[in-house]
């Protein structure tokens, strides 16, 4: 199906824009206290084929548990107010990592994606990857294609069947559970059965959260991806 779809128009004088809507869970642990924040944040970027862009980051103010987790979040120097970052890049600048052309094979994908490091130990990590190369590079058809083969080539990758996303969106979930990170945790990509557009991405801590605060299974970060077109830089 993602193969099968037609490609973007590319109108003269555009670039690849992408707009995502993420959740993390920041903690910090001090004195054998744990302290949480919910931070949530809009990422939007453009960039151009010379990897020259932009890229605009703005983070809604953090949620606590309790007022307690505030003050003492306040007390160790973290922010309770809203913000926005922008940078823009010059060519070559935007990113030292998914560059150039997305290979359109699943297995030159694999390598790829590993480009300059070692190979991943974990299946997952793979998943981890495309899970953020989608927020950062709009895949065309053939790209998309051989990214659903990648993750269908994971071991340990499972159905749970037909979802709503984070932006309301029906899709299919596609979790594989590890322990790779430390804490056992499910890491879940939604596609969009019609496209094979992935719509998100989550972790989910399925057992236990270790020193966290948080009672499980608990979410700990998400990603809604919500535009992928063509567009021009802003000025």
């Known amino acids: 199906m993602a193969a099968a779809q037609p490609a973007l128009d590319r109108p003269a004088g555009t670039v690849e824009h992408l707009e995502s809507a993420n959740w993390f869970l920041n903690s910090s642990i001090s004195g054998g206290r744990t302290t949480s924040a919910v931070v949530a944040q809009q990422w939007r970027s453009w960039r151009g084929d010379d990897d020259a862009g932009r890229m605009v980051k703005k983070e809604v103010p953090p949620t606590f548990r309790s007022d307690a987790d505030r003050r003492e979040w306040q007390r160790r120097g973290g922010r309770v107010d809203s913000s926005q970052e922008t940078r823009d ?96 945790a499910q890491y879940t990509v939604i596609v969009d059965p019609r496209s094979g557009t992935l719509l998100g991405y989550e972790e989910v801590l399925t057992t236990t959260a270790g020193k966290l605060n948080v009672t499980i299974p608990a979410v700990i970060s998400y990603r809604s991806y919500l535009v992928a077109d063509y567009a021009p830089m802003p000025r």
Do not use: C, K
């Open 89 to 184: 890049f010059a060519a070559g600048g935007f990113s030292s990592r998914y560059t150039g052309a997305v290979p359109t094979d699943g297995a030159t994908l694999r390598g790829w994606l590993t480009a300059g490091g070692s190979v991943h130990e974990a299946p997952v990590q793979y998943l981890e990857d495309v899970a953020e190369l989608a927020g950062v590079r709009l895949l065309n058809p053939a790209q998309r294609a051989a990214v659903l083969r990648l993750l269908a080539d994971l071991p340990g990758i499972t159905v749970t069947g037909t979802v709503t996303d984070r932006a309301g969106r029906a899709g299919e979930a596609f979790p594989v559970t590890s322990s790779a990170h430390g804490l056992p």
